[in-house]
């Protein structure tokens, strides 16, 4: 059974910064494009950042260029999302989920399976 378990969410403050982890079972990770996507409250999943299988490519959407940093353990099965700069409008809910390969680099498409978005780990950034 493939499972994608989030963490490291919280509330911060503007400017502050978190590292969000994405610990993988049931597959071999290195195998797998796989990305981060947010969904706010009332509005649509959105593609934050996502990598191919070699990592040779990433994807960052254009809201997180400069301030999130994505990284992989394939060893530890786990990838990370290491988010700096932080603003209220990052906000959300954060998930890790494979992506269609495809795709990348020019954008971030999940796999069109709900199974794969598990409970997530929120965001808050607010004074």
Same mark, same amino acid.
């Given at each position: 059974?493939?499972? @994608?378990?989030?963490?490291?969410?919280?509330?911060?403050?503007? +400017?502050? %910064?978190?590292?969000?982890?994405?610990?993988?079972?049931?597959? *071999?990770?290195?195998? =797998?494009?796989?990305? /981060? @996507?947010?969904?706010? $409250?009332?509005?649509?999943?959105?593609? #934050?950042?996502?990598?191919?299988?070699?990592?040779?490519? *990433?994807?960052?959407?254009?809201?997180?260029?400069?301030? @999130?940093?994505?990284?992989?353990?394939?060893?530890?099965?786990? &990838?990370?999302?290491? &988010?700096?700069?932080?603003?209220?409008?990052? *906000?959300?809910?954060?998930?890790? #989920?494979? #992506?269609?390969?495809? @795709?990348?680099?020019? %954008?971030? =498409? $999940?796999? $069109?399976?709900?199974?794969? /978005?598990?409970? +997530? *780990?929120? #965001?808050? =950034?607010?004074?």
């Amino acid at each position: 059974q493939l499972q @994608f378990v989030t963490s490291g969410g919280g509330l911060v403050q503007p +400017g502050g %910064s978190l590292r969000l982890s994405c610990a993988t079972s049931g597959f *071999t990770l290195e195998n =797998v494009a796989i990305g /981060w @996507f947010l969904q706010a $409250p009332g509005k649509e999943r959105e593609g #934050v950042s996502c990598t191919n299988i070699s990592g040779a490519f *990433t994807n960052y959407a254009d809201s997180v260029k400069g301030r @999130f940093t994505l990284s992989r353990d394939n060893a530890r099965s786990t &990838m990370y999302l290491q &988010m700096n700069s932080l603003k209220p409008e990052d *906000t959300a809910a954060y998930y890790c #989920v494979p #992506v269609l390969p495809s @795709f990348l680099p020019q %954008s971030c =498409v $999940p796999i $069109p399976d709900d199974d794969y /978005w598990g409970q +997530g *780990t929120q #965001v808050t =950034v607010s004074s």
